[in-house]
Nanobody, 126 residues
Framework: VQLQACGGGLVQAGGSLRLSCATS????????VGWFRQAPGKEREFVAA????????YYSNSVKGRFTISRDNAKNTVYLQMNSLKPEDTAIYYC????????????????????WGQGTQVTVSS
């Protein structure tokens, strides 16, 4: 199973990026999808998640109001729109997929996910 994350890059503080997570081996409409990030020397951190019906989305407090997760099931792609980026958002961002209809706490737990992408680097300069 492959999840392909892309869209990372170098951006100045206050700027925006849109990350994409695509798959050709899963049908995303059947999966909850989450975004996580890991900065150097830090633990992996939950960023955002979308339940498979996309009616429910969840965000960490650190990105709420700045990031938006969305999905295009026809394209089998999930997006993470990141606005008002801060230097502390610098990290490798990973997408992950999980079967079923997990509750919020489960969706925030990276260990509960079944499939992971390879990560894309986001660097925000001050």
């Amino acid at each position: 199973v492959q999840l392909q994350a892309c869209g990372g890059g170098l951006v100045q503080a206050g700027g925006s990026l849109r990350l994409s997570c695509a798959t050709s081996t899963l049908t995303f409409s059947n999966y909850a999808v989450g975004w996580f990030r890991q900065a150097p020397g830090k633990e992996r951190e939950f960023v955002a998640a979308s339940r498979r019906n996309s009616g429910s989305t969840y965000y960490s407090n650190s990105v709420k109001g700045r990031f938006t997760i969305s999905r295009d099931n026809a394209k089998n792609t999930v997006y993470l729109q990141m606005n008002s980026l801060k230097p502390e958002d610098t990290a490798i961002y990973y997408c992950a997929a999980k079967t079923g209809l997990p509750i919020m706490s489960t969706m925030m737990n990276g260990d509960s996910y079944d499939y992971w992408g390879q990560g894309t680097q986001v660097t925000v300069s001050s």
